[in-house]
């Protein structure tokens, strides 16, 4: 079956109510860079979506279009049953809330202690803890999730590479977002940490059920993680199907992502 057969099996067969992201025909463009041309991709409750593309394919520009960071030039991007096009900023902070990222690098406040860097989520989207004024149980429990709960009066410098990476996953689950956006979770670790993360991301979707969405380079954190991966070529969902799937395929441009 071909990306397009696909994604059209896909579409009929999934309710509204299980789509977590839609996005259809989006095309984004800088000058003559034609970064996105026609991409389509959709996340179901509960799914593990991977998104791979060599770098500079555009799999960022696609991450800030779903969160109403960029805008497009055209085409549809529906996140958690809300069309970012038609949001206006306070609706948009709110879906935000639904959505927890985990950044490149940990991108943890310096000047912040552990506590203190869980807390910003929950202080910007104030209107979601309503009526919680002891912020300390929700913390633990984050903490608790990556096994990090000594750690909360550190500051990040006291933390190895390992333990911030793990500290902003227990920041991204605070909000309890019903997505969770990874950004190369595993980039920079060894591999038994890059392990370690991976183990934890799949508990935490266990435990809460979350769906997410990885842009990953490494191959064996997308083998690992996802049941479905999308291979972005030439700004489209070039390919489409579960690691066995690709890693089988006989393509020069799917094979590069699995070369050794
Ligand atoms: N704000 C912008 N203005 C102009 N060009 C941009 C802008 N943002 C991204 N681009 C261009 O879009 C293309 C895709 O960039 P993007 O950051 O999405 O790549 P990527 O797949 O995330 O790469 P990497 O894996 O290296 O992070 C690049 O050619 C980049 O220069």
């Given at each position: 079956?071909d990306?397009?057969?696909?994604i059209?099996?896909?579409q009929?067969?999934?309710?509204s109510?299980?789509?977590?992201?839609?996005?259809?025909?989006?095309?984004?463009?800088?000058?003559?860079?034609?970064?996105?041309?026609?991409?389509?991709?959709?996340?179901?409750?509960?799914?593990?979506?991977?998104?791979?593309?060599?770098?500079?394919?555009?799999?960022?520009v696609?991450?800030?279009?779903l969160?109403?960071?960029m805008?497009?030039?055209?085409?549809?991007v529906?996140?958690?049953?809300?069309?970012?096009?038609?949001?206006?900023?306070?609706?948009?902070?709110?879906?935000?809330?639904?959505?927890g990222?985990?950044?490149?690098?940990?991108?943890?406040?310096?000047?912040m202690?552990?506590?203190?860097?869980?807390?910003?989520?929950?202080?910007?989207?104030?209107?979601?803890f309503?009526?919680?004024?002891?912020?300390?149980?929700?913390?633990?429990?984050?903490?608790?999730?990556?096994?990090?709960?000594?750690?909360?009066?550190?500051m990040?410098?006291?933390?190895?590479?390992?333990?911030?990476?793990?500290i902003?996953?227990a920041?991204?689950?605070?909000?309890?977002?019903?997505?969770?956006?990874?950004?190369?979770?595993t980039?920079?670790?060894?591999?038994?940490?890059?392990?370690e993360?991976?183990?934890?991301?799949?508990?935490?979707?266990?435990?809460?059920?979350?769906?997410?969405?990885?842009?990953?380079?490494?191959?064996?954190?997308?083998?690992?993680?996802?049941?479905?991966?999308?291979l972005?070529?030439?700004?489209?969902?070039?390919?489409?199907?579960?690691?066995?799937?690709?890693?089988?395929?006989?393509?020069?441009?799917?094979?590069?992502?699995?070369?050794?």
């Open positions: 079956m990306v397009k057969e696909n059209a099996t896909l009929n067969s999934t309710t109510e299980e789509v977590v992201v839609r996005i259809q025909d989006l095309y984004k463009s800088f000058g003559d860079n034609h970064v996105l041309n026609g991409f389509n991709m959709m996340l179901r409750k509960g799914e593990n979506l991977v998104v791979m593309g060599k770098s500079g394919s555009g799999k960022s696609m991450i800030k279009c969160v109403g960071l805008t497009p030039d055209s085409g549809l529906e996140v958690l049953g809300e069309d970012i096009a038609s949001l206006d900023q306070v609706d948009l902070d709110e879906l935000r809330s639904d959505i990222f985990l950044f490149q690098g940990s991108a943890l406040y310096d000047s202690t552990v506590r203190e860097n869980l807390e910003f989520p929950m202080r910007r989207h104030r209107k979601k309503e009526g919680i004024t002891d912020t300390l149980p929700l913390v633990q429990e984050a903490l608790e999730n990556v096994g990090l709960a000594h750690t909360m009066d550190l990040p410098e006291e933390l190895s590479g390992g333990m911030k990476r793990r902003a996953l920041r991204a689950i605070i909000l309890k977002p019903k997505l969770i956006l990874y950004d190369e979770p980039s920079g670790l060894d591999p038994i940490t890059a392990k993360i991976i183990g934890l991301m799949r508990s935490i979707q266990k435990k809460y059920g979350t769906s997410a969405l990885i842009i990953t380079h490494d191959v064996d954190c997308a083998r690992v993680i996802s049941e479905r991966m999308i972005l070529v030439d700004g489209i969902n070039y390919a489409e199907g579960t690691y066995e799937e690709l890693v089988a395929s006989t393509d020069p441009k799917i094979n590069a992502f699995f070369k050794k």
